[in-house]
């Protein structure tokens, strides 16, 4: 049974003392740690909430003190490995009394993107006609943002219209991508990337095969409808928004069980991808070490409707 024994822990760094601490990766750590969030295909949208209980209030204190704002969320068995699921910025930090012996601290924690660098306010103007792979990096390059990754079909792509604004980087990216409904953009940094924009039409994406083994059947069969296809797996890969899952069709939950479920959803097959495949849209975290909580919910949408997408300059 110890081969199932869960990791979870987090890894704090001040960039502005030089200072790292980790909490709940080591066998001696007594902490109660919980954690629940978001990713999302945004650049903006990103959001996690750690809570760590029975730490001493000398050290609660000290955590504060260092002004923390990074943090690696770090998650899955013993058996298998852990991975980082998530790496962000520490947006706040507070401290919650429960009791009179009781310290809890909140870490709220967005990306990067956002908790670093959207704290300077870019001026810009970029023409129409330039391309915007070179428009996103200049963006990228005036933020500071590290080692961005760029989808090199950008090149191809010409900006339709001047943008003149005064704006974050974060939002100013998701301005331009939103001029398109298959431009994606990650924001989460757990593979060392600032922040990653796509154009999941044109670009293969990382295709992750699931089987009933991965997919928690107690909180039921994955489901669908016209708002795409939920399920529930273990933490035993760091799943990214942009992601491509494999599932069989036959473990899919169609069914219909009242007469307003059929009049609003007449034909729920209809929303099935023919061969299996659902593009990553949203990942929702909840996890403890010592609680009965420990899954992802993923939010997917069929693949093949991005083959129905048709767009100016697209063959």
């Not at 953009?185 to 593979?191: E, I, L």
């Amino acid at each position: 049974m110890r081969a199932w024994d869960r990791v979870l822990g987090v890894i704090l760094t001040s960039t502005s003392k030089k200072l790292q601490v980790s909490y709940g990766l080591n066998d001696t750590d007594n902490l109660e740690i919980s954690i629940s969030g978001n990713k999302y295909l945004s650049a903006l949208k990103d959001n996690f909430s750690v809570t760590i209980t029975n730490l001493t209030y000398n050290e609660v204190v000290r955590l504060i003190a260092a002004e923390m704002n990074e943090i690696q969320i770090v998650c899955g068995y013993k058996h298998g490995g852990s991975r980082c699921i998530f790496k962000g910025g520490c947006l706040a930090i507070s401290n919650q009394k429960q009791d009179a012996s009781t310290n809890s601290i909140i870490f709220i924690c967005p990306s990067k993107l956002v908790s670093i660098y959207n704290k300077q306010r870019l001026n810009l103007t970029l023409n129409s006609g330039i391309n915007m792979y070179s428009a996103l990096s200049i963006i990228c390059k005036q933020a500071g943002i590290n080692n961005p990754k760029i989808s090199k079909e950008f090149k191809s792509r010409l900006l339709t219209q001047a943008i003149t604004t005064s704006s974050s980087a974060g939002n100013i990216i998701e301005q331009i991508c939103n001029q398109n409904t298959t431009y994606v953009v990650n924001a989460d940094a757990s593979y060392d990337s600032g922040v990653s924009v796509w154009d999941a039409y044109r670009e293969d994406t990382r295709v992750i095969p699931l089987s009933p083994k991965n997919i928690i059947v107690a909180n039921g069969y994955p489901t669908l409808s016209s708002s795409g296809l939920t399920l529930y797996v273990l933490p035993v890969f760091n799943f990214m928004p942009g992601d491509v899952i494999q599932i069989d069709n036959a473990y899919i939950d169609i069914s219909q069980s009242s007469k307003d479920e059929v009049l609003s959803e007449p034909n729920k097959a209809i929303y099935l991808d023919p061969k299996g495949e659902y593009m990553i849209h949203e990942i929702a975290y909840t996890l403890t070490n010592r609680g009965s909580q420990f899954s992802l919910r993923l939010l997917c949408k069929r693949r093949s409707l991005l083959k129905g997408v048709t767009n100016n300059g697209r063959n």
